[in-house]
């Protein structure tokens, strides 16, 4: 069975240009994260959808990032315009909510982001 | 705010030790705890996690401590081996409701495992 897919896996840019990451999760989850994993840190959520809807994105700053999950399945996350702080590893995980079961979060590899 | 507490930061163990992390949290109302492991390059993978109604869980050479009344909860690693060395968080997750299960990870510690 594929995990989770994320690309690029790498990306460098320079400032003030934007940026897009694509998530393709585990077939048939339908809870999809994108996760911030700063160099040395623990990966922090920036956005949780369920299905097409984002039902927690209190922690994306939205002034630059914007996410989408069209049709439920794929995922992209955008950056317009990226600055030095972004440089880090973009993470996307999904998992399968049934009820309230606990389900685990699978994680792809990251994009590793470098702005310059 | 960080909710969750880990350390050591790096911790070196020779091949066949115990390894321990710990990690404290601060929200009682987390009600799960699981334990990622992450090798370089790759994304966090799931090693073991706890309920807070349980005081210990085992999985072959990996097991989970968790202390409800002192809010901490440690992993070990028995018989360590050079293919544990890897980064590893904690976490601890929101139930239902206001950042509904939602992940809050430690800012991990980093094992080696020398020969």
């Known amino acids: 069975e594929a995990g989770v897919v994320q690309s690029p896996r790498y990306k460098i840019i320079e400032k003030k240009q934007p940026v897009a990451f694509w998530c393709n999760p585990i077939s048939g989850h339908n809870t999809l994260y994108w996760y911030l994993q700063n160099l040395g840190q623990g990966p922090e959520l920036l956005i949780r959808y369920e299905n097409e809807e984002a039902v927690d994105d209190s922690q994306l700053p939205k002034d630059r990032f914007s996410a989408e999950r069209l049709k439920g399945v794929d995922s992209t996350l955008k950056i317009q315009p990226a600055e030095l702080g972004d440089s880090a590893v973009y993470l996307c995980?999904?998992?399968?909510?049934?009820?309230?079961?606990?389900?685990?979060?699978?994680f792809g590899p990251g994009t590793r982001l470098l702005v310059l | 705010q960080q909710q969750v507490k880990q350390s050591p930061q790096s911790l070196i163990v020779q091949k066949g030790g115990i390894s321990i992390i710990n990690c404290a949290y601060e929200?009682?109302?987390?009600?799960?705890f699981p334990w990622y492991q992450q090798f370089p390059g790759k994304g966090p993978a799931l090693l073991i996690a706890i309920r807070p109604d349980v005081s210990e869980k085992k999985e072959g050479r990996f097991t989970i401590s968790f202390n409800k009344s002192a809010k901490q909860f440690s992993l070990h690693i028995m018989d360590s081996q050079p293919g544990d060395s890897a980064t590893y968080f904690c976490?601890?997750?929101?139930?239902?409701?206001?950042?509904?299960?939602?992940?809050?990870f430690g800012k991990g510690t980093k094992l080696s495992v020398i020969p």
């Open positions: 995980a999904s998992s399968l909510r049934t009820g309230g079961h606990v389900e685990t979060q699978y």
């Open positions: 976490a601890a997750r929101s139930p239902p409701g206001a950042g509904s299960y939602q992940l809050t």
């Open positions: 929200n009682t109302a987390f009600d799960y």
